[in-house]
């Protein structure tokens, strides 16, 4: 009886708590804020420089998307911002003439930022096809809704008022409608049923992820979109009809035999394209990229050579007989127009600059993107396609104008494995070439501003602040293969490439042998763990999480996760690739240890590095990890941005450097960090 009315009192509950992690699902989100007020953007004069600080890159504008207008007049930018003090984020929506001289207008807060597990989104506004409006999906009252701006200013004017959240839209050609989709509420009673039957063990939940098991049980189930009408002129909204339905997958259904993670457009006349990556070695052993284009129900037709230089943004012409598209080769970026059905490509543009996240207008007159390069913070430029030229029409962060950097030397080389590679070499400030120096190296790309390296953990600049040479290496993911030790070369190639850098960096006489370390997350985490644990090249590390590297992470995965090892590693850490799995692992190897290592982990990720972690522990090595709450992949709350920054710059400080902070609200810190210290010295 008693099991029976708690059951009755607490359901209501439950079924409130799913439905908030459902929504959860729909929008991930953390648990940073948003601040109303809108992002300004002040007038700076050039003054002295001064040095940088941490609050000059937790500061920092961001550029999230952006759109140029039909007739090509006018360009809409999103811009957001970090507030350390409220752990929240602001935004404001900008309008800008393409003709020169035009003046920004700022219409307002352009309303929360979205989120994914991998952070921030980059959301492009959307104009009206007449070019009079801007619309953007802005949160209010509980649901995220559309809302439009006139171009020339003013209060913007709700739209959408649908019960769920809009999770897209899109003009109709003709300006007269909006279709929108939403996604139905799943039914609980099935969830219900498995939550009081207990649910069954079927290897689909990675238990890695540290998610509750309902969380899981509730994205799974089955969730259908809705496709919805809004009609400007009387400003109502209904359900699309087939017939409807029928005419927006005209012009924007994806053709079913062109893969869901492949960026496409439909051209003017219907034929799709779409950016493929390869990842066969026995066609091409590193990653490449290729531009493929479908003819009506012809079989997709390559129309670009197989390369490994970078493809990142392309679009049609007005007539679909041209494509546009911007490539990049290292570090450098280009411009090309070439014939849709194939043929020779004409460079438009080449620049040192790294550009990206390009809007072309309906004419293909012009085109907006964002450019930066190694001490420049991203800016918005309008490119000339006829010509060629290219000017700044919105600098978000000029008050890096008076801000001190220093330069960052491109370095270029090859490896013994005849992997060719770079990186970028920033010397300390005031830097004495009669000293030698500690030496960081961040992973594990390069060529966009050097804020905070792959993950934005590790304030580059600030380094160079604090007294250290910093060596950003750049170490683009090689394809996986089905051949064990060929795939090991993501792992030898890395520790490769340290090795030939550090002799070059040796004849130059820029650092001190003795003291280095290495950082990396994701990818660069699997960096940093294998070298030390299979190196002694690194003297003190961090990493933002686990690498994932090691037999319990196999265990964690899931079905889904245990195939993918099998494929390359060759079986479980048990059986017949045991010596896969002791060759790789950082964890079966962490007695090799000589690393102080820092663990900056989130609460989803941390528990698939605990077998490192405590192995390391066991060896009485000096090892300490901090996890983050409600952060995903990367971290997106800006209290936890600033406390890494911090905490990361402590770390080498006080290993590679012999240093403490006299900030007395560290003391804690420096009391573990000098036992970890003590405790090393005393096992040695």
């Known amino acids: ?18 439905c908030s992690v459902i929504a959860q699902a729909q929008t991930i989100t953390t648990a940073a804020g948003f601040d109303p007020r809108p992002v300004t953007i002040p007038e700076v004069s050039r003054e002295n420089p001064r040095p940088i600080t941490i609050d000059d890159l937790m500061a920092m504008r961001d550029l999230k998307g952006m759109s140029v207008s039909p007739d090509g007049k006018s360009v809409a930018y999103v811009v957001t911002q970090a507030v350390v003090e409220t752990n929240s984020y602001r935004s404001a929506l900008f309008v800008v003439g393409t003709e020169k001289g035009s003046i920004v207008k700022n219409l307002g807060s352009a309303g929360p930022a979205r989120w994914d597990v991998y952070g921030q989104l980059d959301v492009a506004p959307q104009w009206s096809p007449d070019s009079q409006y801007i619309s953007y999906l802005l949160k209010e009252g509980g649901t995220w809704q559309v809302w439009r701006w006139r171009r020339e200013g003013g209060a913007p004017e709700q739209l959408t008022h649908n019960t769920l959240d809009v999770r897209d839209f899109r003009w109709s050609p003709d300006g007269a409608k909006i279709f929108f989709t939403t996604t139905d509420p799943p039914d609980l009673e099935d969830a219900r049923r498995k939550a009081e039957e207990g649910i069954v063990w079927d290897g689909s939940i990675i238990a890695s992820r540290g998610r509750p098991i309902m969380q899981w049980v509730l994205e799974g189930l089955p969730k259908k979109s809705q496709l919805w009408i809004y009609n400007v002129a009387d400003k109502t909204e209904h359900r699309a009809t087939t017939e409807e339905e029928t005419t927006y997958k005209h012009f924007q259904d994806r053709p079913k035999d062109i893969s869901p993670t492949r960026p496409f457009k439909i051209s003017p006349s219907g034929d799709a394209g779409y950016i493929s990556v390869v990842q066969d070695p026995k066609e091409y052993f590193y990653y490449s990229w290729r531009i493929y284009v479908k003819h009506g129900n012809e079989r997709p037709v390559a129309v670009t050579p197989l390369s490994t230089n970078y493809i990142q943004d392309f679009w049609w012409s007005n007539d679909g007989r041209e494509i546009y598209f911007v490539q990049r080769a290292g570090v ?27 809007s072309f207008d309906d004419q293909r007159l012009i085109a907006a993107c964002i450019r930066e390069n190694p001490t420049k913070p991203p800016e918005l430029v309008l490119i000339n396609p006829r010509d060629g030229e290219m000017r700044t029409v919105a600098d978000v962060n000029p008050e890096f104008r008076n801000i001190a950097l220093s330069p960052a030397t491109k370095l270029e080389w090859t490896n013994k494995y005849s992997v060719k590679t770079y990186g970028y070499l920033v010397k300390p400030t005031n830097y004495d070439p009669n000293k030698r120096y500690p030496l960081i190296v961040t992973t594990y790309r390069s060529g966009a501003f050097l804020r905070g390296a792959t993950g934005d953990e590790y304030p580059i600049q600030l380094f160079a602040a604090n007294g250290f040479v910093v060596l950003d290496f750049d170490a683009a993911p090689l394809p996986v293969d089905s051949d064990f030790k060929t795939n090991m070369l993501r792992w030898y190639s890395p520790v ?19 003291r280095r370390g290495l950082s990396g997350l994701s990818y660069g985490a699997d960096i940093t763990e294998y070298a030390i644990s299979h190196t002694d090249l690194f003297h003190a590390a961090i990493t933002s999480g686990a690498s994932g590297r090691d037999p319990l992470f196999y265990y964690l995965s899931g079905s889904s996760g245990a195939k993918l090892f099998d494929g390359w590693i060759g079986g479980w850490p048990e059986g017949r690739a045991a010596s896969n799995w002791q060759e790789l692992s950082p964890a079966l190897n962490a007695r090799k240890v000589n690393a102080a290592l820092l663990i900056n982990a989130t609460d989803r990720e941390y528990v698939g ?7 390391l522990k066991e060896y009485r090595k000096p090892v300490e990890m901090v996890v983050y709450p409600d952060e995903g992949h990367l971290k997106s709350q800006p209290k936890h941005r600033y406390a890494i920054y911090q905490r990361n710059i402590d770390w080498f400080n006080f290993w590679l450097q012999d240093k403490e902070d006299p900030d007395p609200r560290k003391k804690d810190q420096y009391e573990r960090w000098r036992a970890l210290r003590d405790q090393n010295v005393s096992k040695n």
Not at 333 to 357: C, F, N, Q, W
Not at 496 to 514: C, H, Y
Not at 609 to 615: K, M, P, V
């Open 332 to 358: 450098r970026a280009s411009l090309y127009s070439m014939p849709a059905r194939g043929g020779a490509a004409r460079e438009i543009v080449k620049t040192e600059d790294l550009i990206h996240s390009c």
């Open 609 to 615: 590095g605990l077998q490192f972690y405590t192995a």
């Open 496 to 514: 490769a490439s340290f090795q030939s850098a550090f002799e070059i960096l040796e004849k130059m006489g820029l650092v001190d042998p003795t």
């Open 1 to 18: 009886m008693l099991n029976k009315l708690l059951t009755k009192s607490l359901w209501p509950w439950l079924l409130l708590s799913c």
